[in-house]
């Protein structure tokens, strides 16, 4: 289907606007595709980010800037995310041994564990980008790159 089909607008003021609108509405599909299947773990997509983060630097750990730093969503809210992680035994959060105002955030075992589960189960992302084939995401990967670039 296509994104006039799918938002119902028979008209874009250009192919730049319709290729915007498009890349914000697929944005949108695809975290509520993968918040869909995060939810039955008990945990949001930027949760899930803020782990896999983590699970990079395991075993040390990281501050809660280089953390926000690597996020997929910028204006996500770090700070709460890890708490309610950490509430849910994820990750832990433990004050700096040579700087008691740094608060060092490593993920848990049990972090750890679910992260496994949750990648044997494979990526709800995964089963939604299979219409693509592997010249047309390198492709698609190329394009975004250098809309970014």
Known sequence: M?????????????E????????LFTGGW?????????????????QYNVLRILKGSH?????????TSRMIDKNSNCTRLVEKLRAKGL?????CENN????????TAK?????????????AWKT????????EAEELNRLLDKLRG
Do not use: C, Y
């Open 111 to 123: 972090g750890l564990n679910l992260l496994k589960k949750i990648e044997q189960e494979g990526p």
């Open 91 to 95: 990750v832990s959060r433990e004050l």
């Open 16 to 23: 730049f606007h319709k290729a915007a609108v498009n890349i």
């Open 30 to 46: 695809l975290h509520h595709i993968n918040a869909g299947h995060l939810k039955k773990h008990h945990i949001t997509p930027e």
């Open 128 to 135: 939604a980008m299979k219409t693509l084939n592997k010249k």
């Open 100 to 107: 008691r105002r740094q608060v060092d955030i490593g993920i």
């Open 59 to 67: 075993p040390d750990a990281m501050r809660l800037l280089d953390i």
């Open 2 to 14: 296509s994104i006039g089909e799918d938002i119902q607008q028979a008209r874009f003021e250009s």
